[in-house]
């Protein structure tokens, strides 16, 4: 698969460097200034960076300078000349990419060269998350003089977390925050702290097949609760809880996963009700919460209807999934069994990360516009672009989340994914996110959070193995 090879003209990269200040020697500056846009995933692994004639033009500077500035850069690993095209971003050790999200527990990841995974929905880091780590390593060693135990989490974590919760209308203390190793985590240290043996839990299906996975493992009787492609229909959650005999459920109220649907406060309140009354522990996942993609949601977090409401967070889609952090925030009477059930696991979550992660919470420095407007342009041209393809698909366009929940006129999306396989497309089934592990094989997820390059190679795959097996 070939990809358009990308260049940087040289009056943007002046001005992604700015006005040079102190005293500093021009050639430092200028080799410094593009590192620092390649740590901060400014400038990406392959860029082609302008002609020292261009650059000496566009900065002012002598072409004895920007030489040695090149040459610097060669030295230090993040450039390479290539004879015949001039100066190439490289970085250090390779770019080594790859890192998709396993939708069910030791899943591969796509193996074929030079393929497209379209199996993952979540988004690169965000820009600058090099100069945070730089900055929490100037934070360390206030911590390395102790054991390094912090089986809660560090407390300036669990206070950015509850303060991050008092912001969106929820009060909370830091001592009903519990960081954990992700979402998922979370979800099974719950599952140890309230679900017995065969206890029965109620799930929305479709749902996230790893949340699944975590119950089931644990011991739990999952039963599906089908929703459609409009998400949750509160009225018949209300119905199967009032039928009793569930200790658990789990909740995706924001940008569901996969149908990307977002319910309401009035749902919301109905649905924490009716948890209530019938004495069921609600696991709510917040995953998604800050994907909006059209307007910021006026929500609130759904625990805010209830004191029993146990819900999960992560860093995973709001920052990114190389940090494997997530959290939970759980009433005042389950911390300690919450507590106990994850100290079974592992001994706590590690300290560079949870100080990043303190500090991106804190500076709100998730989902930026930038990154927010191309998920919401690659919704949108893969949506329209879908419908031109395969015209027979229904296709609804949801507010917010990382992909497109796609309903087939027929049930062949298991073999839409073998087919797919053979030029290098890999696709997740509908099957993938039944509660029951089987069924919904009319329906095919398909994330739009990959660079619209590779979106593009993506689309005509899709729609030739879709005529082959339709």
């Not at 993952?120 to 600058?128: D, I, L, N």
């Not at 109620?202 to 492609?229: D, F, K, M, W």
């Not at 990043?356 to 329209?384: F, Q």
Request: contains cysteine; proline residues 7%.
């Amino acid at each position: 698969m070939s990809m358009t090879q990308r260049q940087l003209p040289a009056r943007r990269l002046s001005s992604m460097l700015g006005e040079r200040h102190g005293e500093q020697p021009a050639y430092s500056w200028l080799s410094e200034g593009i590192r620092q846009l390649v740590t901060n995933g400014r400038v990406l692994h392959g860029t082609m960076l302008p002609s020292e004639r261009e650059l000496v033009g566009a900065l002012g500077l002598s072409r004895t300078t920007v030489t040695r500035a090149y040459q610097e850069l060669r030295e230090r690993g993040f450039a390479e000349a290539r004879q015949g095209s001039g100066t190439q971003i490289t970085i250090p050790g390779g770019n080594v990419g790859g890192g998709f999200e396993p939708l069910t527990p030791g899943s591969p990841e796509l193996g074929a060269p030079g393929g497209i995974d379209l199996t993952c929905g979540a988004p690169t880091a965000p820009t600058g998350l090099a100069g945070y780590y730089e900055r929490a390593l100037d934070h360390l060693p206030g911590y390395i003089g102790g054991m390094g135990y912090y089986p809660l989490g560090l407390p300036v974590l669990r206070e950015a977390i509850a303060a991050d919760y008092a912001r969106r209308g929820l009060p909370t203390s830091p001592d009903q925050i519990i960081v954990t190793a992700g979402a998922l985590s979370g979800v099974a240290s719950i599952a140890r702290a309230v679900l017995g043996p065969g206890a029965r839990v109620l799930a929305e299906s479709p749902s996230y097949p790893n949340s699944v996975s975590s119950l089931r493992q644990h011991g739990a009787r999952l039963t599906a609760l089908p929703i459609g492609p409009e998400g949750s229909d509160v009225s018949g959650i209300e119905t199967a809880l009032e039928r009793g005999g569930f200790s658990a459920m789990l909740c995706l109220p924001d940008f569901h996963n996969p149908t990307g649907t977002l319910l309401g406060d009035e749902g919301r309140e109905r649905w924490a009700r009716a948890l209530d009354r019938s004495g069921v522990h609600g696991i709510v996942d917040e995953t998604n919460a800050e994907l909006w993609l059209d307007a910021r949601p006026d929500v609130s977090p759904m625990a805010k209807y209830s004191n029993n409401l146990i819900t999960v967070g992560s860093a995973s889609k709001t920052y990114w999934g190389g940090l494997r952090l997530g959290w939970i925030r759980a009433p005042h009477a389950l911390v300690g069994a919450i507590h106990q059930g994850r100290a079974t696991m592992d001994l706590g979550a590690p300290v560079l990360e949870q100080i990043v992660l303190s500090l991106l919470i804190t500076e709100r420095a998730g989902v930026d516009d930038s990154t927010r407007t191309r998920l919401r342009e690659n919704r949108d041209w893969l949506h329209a672009g879908l419908a031109e393809l395969v015209p027979e698909w229904k296709i609804r366009k949801p507010p917010g989340g990382m992909s497109l929940w796609c309903n087939l006129p027929a049930p062949r999306s298991m073999a839409l994914a073998a087919q797919a396989k053979k030029s290098g497309l890999a696709l997740t089934p509908g099957s993938v996110f039944a509660v029951n592990d089987h069924g919904l094989d009319r329906w095919l997820r398909v994330p739009y959070a990959l660079d619209r390059s590779e979106l593009e190679v993506a689309m005509p795959l899709l729609a030739d193995a879709w005529k082959a097996v339709a």
